[in-house]
């Protein structure tokens, strides 16, 4: 097991800066998701740390060690990748002994290994198989397999289930969080899913244009982000944003008007916008109420209602033009189209989306 620690680190691809300076603490036996929109920078990272690509400056440590100039094979990671790279012409078998019988490990303790790695991925009836006479995930689990067989210290994803269909990789997603505890080893997560990050990270870093741009457990970046980007980024629907000014202030907090006129007050702990200036409301499509007394109220329209079951989504516009997802319980869906909802719960974003606290 092993701590992996990232201090200011830095690349450049040619004159191109690719990544800006990133510290990234990842506890022993933590399972830390890396995640942010195509380009960001995650696969740039986690290669990184893996060896498989140079850094430009800064510092990488692997249980206390830095690793900057060790060889891949020297750093006791396994990397699982998104293709699963199987030898076609070998059994699952010899597939996952292939690595260690290259590098001379003992015979028993290989058949040691490659039985653990069988009974813990539930393979053990597929070893006579070849890859092409397996399903996608059971393809998968191999490419695991092939990994715990070497026991590493630290185990790096990169997009491994995003090849499956949503079904398998919900199924796979929860036999990867059931090794994570088997193992209880460091494990990194390279996704642009901001669903598999929520549901199986201790801690999530949101990456954007080569900068982190929060680090935090899933629940708490959902509830308390630090800017509009995150707060954009993680939940499923987003975050609804809507354009406002500032009124002014009170005791209370600051007063903002949304287009259409709806106002919002809300407490702040930190420094107050100048009235006038231009913000931005964020409300979780769950934070919309049932109309209350008149503030905080907003009337829309519905344009589509999707029903999931027990809860529906209302695809609905404002007056002044904004897009606004609201859910609600089923039995809850209204029959007109003009419905007005109070906004329960909001966040303030400036200008420039930092968050207003
Ligand atoms: P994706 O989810 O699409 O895989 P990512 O977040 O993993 O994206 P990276 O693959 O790390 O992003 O790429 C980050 C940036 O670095 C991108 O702009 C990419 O074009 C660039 N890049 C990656 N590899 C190279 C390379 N070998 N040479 C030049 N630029 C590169």
Do not use: W
């Not at 690349?11 to 830390?32: M, S």
């Not at 995650?42 to 990488?60: C, F, H, N, Q, V």
């Amino acid at each position: 097991m092993a701590a992996v620690t990232l201090k200011n680190v830095v690349k450049r691809f040619g004159g191109f800066q690719i990544i800006h300076g990133a510290d990234i603490d990842v506890n022993d036996g933590e399972f830390v998701v890396f995640v942010g929109p195509s380009g960001c920078g995650k696969s740039t990272l986690l290669r990184m740390i893996a060896g498989l690509e140079d850094i430009s400056g800064g510092e990488i440590a692997i249980g206390g060690k830095v690793v900057n100039d060790v060889e891949p094979a020297d750093r006791g990671i396994a990397m699982v990748f998104q293709s699963y790279a199987l030898y076609p012409h070998m059994s699952v078998e010899q597939n996952l002994s292939f690595g260690l019988r290259m590098n001379g490990n003992p015979k028993a303790d290989t058949e040691r290994r490659v039985k653990r790695a069988s009974e813990i991925l539930r393979i053990a009836e597929l070893m006579k198989r070849r890859p092409r006479q397996l399903s996608g995930g059971q393809r998968q689990r191999v490419a695991i397999g092939r990994a715990i067989v070497r026991e590493p210290q630290v185990f790096l994803f990169d997009e491994p289930l995003s090849n499956l269909d949503a079904e398998l990789r919900v199924q796979m997603r929860v036999e990867i969080s059931r090794l994570h505890k088997e193992l209880g080893v460091t494990m990194i997560y390279v996704t642009h899913d901001q669903t598999e990050a929520m549901t199986l990270a201790d801690r999530i870093v949101v990456l954007r244009d080569g900068y982190v741009e929060q680090i935090g457990r899933p629940l708490d970046l959902y509830s308390d982000p630090d800017n509009q980007f995150v707060a954009g980024f993680v939940g499923s629907p987003k975050m609804n944003f809507i354009k406002a000014r500032v009124l002014g202030h009170s005791a209370s907090g600051v007063t903002v008007e949304l287009a259409g006129g709806t106002r919002l007050t809300q407490p702040l702990n930190g420094p107050v916008p100048e009235p006038g200036s231009k913000v931005v409301v964020g409300v979780r499509p769950e934070h919309f109420g049932h109309a209350g007394k008149g503030d905080a109220d907003l009337s829309v329209t519905i344009d589509v209602v999707e029903h999931l079951g027990g809860t529906s989504f209302l695809y609905t516009r404002t007056a002044a033009g904004d897009d606004i997802v609201i859910q609600r319980d089923a039995a809850e869906v209204p029959d007109a189209p003009e419905i007005t909802v109070s906004i329960r719960k909001s966040y303030l974003f400036d200008d420039n989306g930092r968050r207003l606290r």
